[in-house]
């Protein structure tokens, strides 16, 4: 059982002339249910690493998403965003995770360590007033990470790489106009060091593929957003007591 988020049950409204949008509350929303089957194995090492495997599969019923449509109103055409419930939805997938210290290998790479993790999913969600399914919003079809670390002698290291695919972020009157957050990389390295008993130093390296924040309407080349941030680092000396 999930419920509506509070702010969703306001029956407010939000008008933004400029930008000819509308954002609305929905009081008469109602809490999603979801059945769901999970079957996880997993082997853990010595070395403290592990690994593991699983599928799961949900039923939902009224799950909520973000839906969009035009409306006249104030003598003018406007987008209008206001969360709904669906009719139903069903999701399956599978997911793998590996983590191990890589301590057989001969010295100085025994601090040597790799974890990665997958999850592959296929979800068909149904909306009203709409003959054709699609997948479960905000539901990625592909999630991954990969990070290799290494840690010996008080020195530390970590490069992290994520992925998701994309995914639908609002719905709207038809799969011409849904709104999708597309594709993101996004790599991260980190440094610290042991400086004395209680005083760390650290760099951290982030976005380096300087991934940027995309979305686009119905098809690839309809991007209705694209921002960079840049790749940026923080620094400083970390102190525990």
Not at 64 to 91: K, M
Request: glycine share 8%; no cysteine.
């Amino acid at each position: 059982l999930a419920r509506p988020n509070y702010y969703d049950l306001v029956p407010y409204q939000l008008v933004f002339q400029e930008d000819g949008e509308i954002s609305r509350g929905n009081a008469a929303l109602k809490p999603t249910t979801s059945n769901n089957v999970d079957v996880l194995v997993e082997r853990y090492f010595r070395s403290v690493g592990s690994i593991s495997a699983g599928v799961f599969y949900k039923r939902l019923n009224d799950y909520i998403f973000p839906f969009r449509f035009r409306e006249a109103a104030f003598g003018d055409d406007y987008q209008v965003t206001q969360p709904r419930n669906g009719d139903s939805a069903s999701l399956w997938g599978v997911e793998l995770a590996f983590q191990n210290q890589l301590r057989f290998l001969p010295r100085p790479f025994d601090g040597l360590g790799v974890y990665a993790n997958v999850t592959l999913t296929d979800s068909s969600a149904a909306f009203p007033d709409r003959g054709a399914s699609a997948t479960l919003p905000g539901q990625s079809t592909r999630l991954g990470n990969l990070a290799l670390w290494y840690e010996k002698g008080g020195f530390s290291a970590r490069s992290s790489w994520n992925f998701h695919g994309k995914y639908i972020e609002a719905v709207g009157d038809s799969a011409a106009t849904d709104v999708y957050y597309d594709n993101h990389v996004q790599w991260d390295v980190s440094f610290s060091q042991r400086l004395l008993r209680r005083a760390r130093a650290y760099v951290d390296l982030l976005n380096l593929t300087n991934a940027p924040l995309r979305y686009y309407e119905g098809a690839t080349n309809r991007p209705i957003q694209e921002e960079y941030y840049r790749s940026w680092a923080t620094f400083g000396v970390k102190l525990n007591f």
